[in-house]
């Protein structure tokens, strides 16, 4: 769906989006909330529940929505609060299947598309004007170039004779939109987890103010996920430039925020989270007249000391330490039941943290096997 701005006030049209005609009530039905004006603004693109069990992010961009209406906006948003609607349809007994397409065991956020060679290509094609322009400080031209080949780039992928499957369908769908956009903010959740960010080495500055208390720090390499998707290619053309001695300053900034956890919505607390992302918004001059935050104490921790705790022991878990705790090494965080040895000293088994650190999030189901990521621990 596209809710589209009618002019400089902030009321919205929509439409349906669509590029599946075979599918049109379920897989590919887009919901897109998009404001639009004349002059050449930065673009902000925000997706959510592209792991469809993860819906907070949803009932954020509904507050998002109420609230841009009212705000003065110095950029071009287009928003996508159900990005995959397929997944929404795919349940294990009670459960949405959430994280993974349920026919093949994919990971919808993992099949987001870029290639190394797309950009070296892109690179040997430019001409002596855009060079000199680069040179001459006007980067836009450039910037509008490359985002044109992506789309590009992403339309031959789709289009392929021998086709895509339906996790880089999706993704690909999306990455023909979010290309455009300047800041790119894909909102999850964890299993059971507390917010976190996670961000881009190059702006974890920035981040903070998200004001959200955990920022975990990523090396700028590719993984699958949108937000490398979506900046990944940007600091590889800069730095194939710089090889030829040009400097481009030009970086889409884009981040994944994990709005707490999976299966549920909270509307008080999504208030508080969109005031978040106003707050990051307006730090960077892209909306205006929101009456800010008040700061919460933010940690950063590199994605090296972001350590996940495999339980030991299978059975039945009860977790003592919650997200959001900070925990002390050896600290008991969780015990393990174990029905074979409930007459013997054996039943219950206690697990400890193995450094000092906070607790980001744990596993959702209190039934676990040898090998289950039990914590994930933000070290210290
Ligand atoms: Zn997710």
Request: proline fraction near 3%.
């Amino acid at each position: 769906m596209f809710y589209k701005q009618r002019s400089d006030k902030q009321s919205f049209d929509k439409k349906t989006a669509n590029k599946d005609n075979a599918n049109k009530d379920a897989l590919y039905d887009l919901s897109q909330v998009k404001s639009t004006s004349k002059k050449q603004l930065p673009k902000v693109y925000i997706q959510s529940a592209v792991h469809a069990a993860e819906m907070q992010g949803s009932a954020v961009i509904f507050k998002l929505i109420e609230q841009l209406k009212n705000l003065t906006l110095h950029a071009e948003f287009t928003l996508v609060p159900n990005c995959n609607p397929f997944g929404r349809t795919q349940r294990a007994g009670e459960y949405l299947q959430g994280r993974y397409d349920a026919t093949t065991g994919n990971n919808w956020n993992r099949f987001y598309h870029y290639e190394p060679s797309d950009v070296v290509e892109f690179v040997e094609t430019l001409t002596e004007q855009q060079i000199s322009l680069i040179e001459n400080g006007s980067e836009s031209e450039l910037v509008l170039a490359f985002k044109s080949f992506l789309k590009y780039k992403f339309g031959l992928k789709l289009d392929q004779d021998w086709g895509v499957n339906t996790a880089q369908f999706l993704n690909t769908t999306l990455q023909e939109i979010a290309v455009d956009a300047d800041i790119v903010l894909d909102l999850h959740t964890g299993p059971a987890s507390t917010h976190h960010i996670y961000s881009p080495e190059f702006l974890t500055q920035s981040a903070h103010a998200f004001n959200f208390e955990n920022i975990i720090s990523i090396p700028t390499t590719f993984a699958g996920a949108l937000d490398e998707a979506s900046f990944t290619p940007w600091v590889y053309l800069a730095e194939l430039l710089k090889q030829k001695g040009i400097t481009l300053n030009y970086k889409v900034n884009a981040f994944t925020i994990e709005l707490g956890s999976q299966e549920n919505i909270c509307l008080t607390q999504a208030q508080s989270d969109s005031g978040g992302i106003l707050n990051y918004l307006q730090a960077n001059n892209l909306i205006d007249g929101f009456v800010g935050v008040t700061p919460v104490e933010v940690t950063t921790t590199l994605l090296k000391n972001y350590k996940t705790l495999f339980s030991k022991h299978a059975g039945m878990v009860e977790y003592l330490a919650k997200p959001g705790d900070k925990v002390n090494k050896g600290q008991v965080i969780a015990r393990v039941l174990n029905s074979l040895e409930f007459d013997t000293k054996h039943a219950v088994v206690d697990v400890t943290a193995p450094e000092s650190g906070t607790i980001i999030l744990h596993y959702p189901s209190a039934a676990v096997q040898v090998g289950t990521q039990l914590f994930k621990i933000a070290v210290s």
